[in-house]
């Protein structure tokens, strides 16, 4: 028996010529040799069952490589024979071992290098497009809606009666998140029913000395003698002009039908 007293070849290794007492040298990089190889990629092996040769898409293979080494998490080789793995690409997410990169998901964003954990939308936003790469694209969340926890994909909630959001609330009550916003307690003036974006002004006529009202009911009638001129009055513009009466709910200090006699 020829090869009696002959060892396979080294892993991570080959061993190109017969006769040989060591291994020629290190498997190149891009490749794997498990044992056994004849050259330096590995194509050519003692036993034709045995793996190696190209490193395989997901997995990296430095020089002397003996086992292909799986990308680390944040990184993808969507190639063979890769020697290091790049960066996971802005708006994907690359757990370990990734060969193509995932698209990131509603609710999130993925700057380059994301790995298996994906940041979320804060509070206060949502996201119901796929692909983002900064917090900053985001969407805030939409006027009298609220998005009261990270990572939605669209708001959850509505601004509570007596509150406005215009846009960016994180709570019910006009709380705003990290990325910021409009909202507040309903002023005087106005009223804010549920689900309210921007106040509603007091029509010309009514005034409301009051804050956080959440119907027209707070709109309360001019009283006799004066006059409220413009809409969102928190008290009444002036007296009824000299010459003239007002009998209450006047919009103008003259009213036209009602000249004194």
């Given at each position: 028996?020829?090869?009696?007293?002959?060892?396979?070849?080294?892993?991570?290794?080959?061993?190109?010529?017969?006769?040989?007492?060591?291994?020629?040298?290190?498997?190149?990089?891009?490749?794997?040799?498990?044992g056994?190889?004849?050259?330096?990629?590995?194509?050519?092996?003692?036993?034709?069952?045995?793996?190696?040769?190209?490193?395989?898409?997901?997995?990296?293979?430095?020089?002397?490589?003996?086992?292909?080494?799986?990308?680390?998490?944040?990184?993808?080789?969507?190639?063979?024979?890769?020697?290091?793995?790049?960066?996971?690409?802005?708006?994907?997410?690359?757990?370990?071992?990734?060969a193509?990169?995932?698209?990131?998901?509603?609710?999130?964003?993925?700057?380059?290098?994301?790995?298996?954990?994906?940041?979320?939308?804060?509070?206060?936003?949502?996201?119901?497009?796929?692909g983002?790469?900064?917090?900053?694209?985001?969407?805030?969340?939409?006027g009298?809606?609220?998005?009261?926890?990270?990572?939605?994909?669209?708001?959850?909630?509505?601004?509570?009666?007596?509150?406005?959001?215009?846009?960016?609330?994180?709570?019910?009550?006009?709380?705003?998140?990290?990325?910021?916003?409009?909202?507040?307690?309903?002023?005087?003036?106005?009223?804010?029913?549920?689900?309210?974006?921007?106040?509603?002004?007091?029509?010309?006529?009514?005034?409301?000395?009051?804050?956080?009202?959440?119907?027209?009911?707070?709109?309360?009638?001019?009283?006799?003698?004066?006059?409220?001129?413009?809409?969102?009055?928190?008290?009444?513009?002036?007296?009824?002009?000299?010459?003239?009466?007002?009998?209450g709910?006047?919009?103008?200090?003259?009213?036209?039908?009602?000249?004194?006699?």
């Open positions: 028996n020829h090869t009696e007293g002959c060892t396979s070849c080294d892993s991570g290794s080959y061993c190109k010529d017969a006769g040989m007492t060591e291994p020629t040298g290190p498997c190149i990089g891009g490749y794997y040799c498990p056994g190889c004849a050259d330096k990629r590995c194509y050519s092996k003692t036993c034709e069952d045995l793996p190696g040769g190209d490193c395989p898409t997901g997995f990296f293979c430095p020089n002397g490589t003996s086992t292909p080494f799986p990308c680390p998490t944040g990184t993808t080789a969507a190639t063979k024979n890769a020697i290091v793995c790049p960066a996971c690409p802005a708006g994907y997410y690359c757990p370990q071992g990734t193509e990169p995932h698209v990131c998901p509603h609710g999130r964003f993925c700057p380059p290098s994301t790995g298996g954990v994906i940041p979320m939308c804060p509070s206060g936003t949502y996201s119901n497009n796929t983002l790469v900064n917090v900053s694209d985001c969407a805030l969340c939409t009298g809606q609220t998005c009261p926890t990270a990572g939605l994909s669209q708001p959850t909630g509505t601004c509570h009666y007596g509150y406005y959001c215009t846009r960016g609330a994180a709570t019910a009550f006009a709380g705003t998140g990290s990325l910021g916003g409009i909202g507040g307690v309903c002023p005087a003036g106005h009223m804010c029913p549920t689900g309210t974006a921007h106040p509603f002004k007091c029509h010309p006529g009514t005034y409301n000395p009051a804050s956080e009202s959440n119907s027209s009911d707070a709109c309360l009638e001019c009283p006799p003698g004066k006059y409220c001129e413009t809409a969102g009055l928190s008290e009444p513009t002036n007296d009824c002009a000299e010459g003239f009466y007002c009998t709910g006047d919009a103008v200090d003259r009213p036209s039908t009602a000249v004194c006699p």
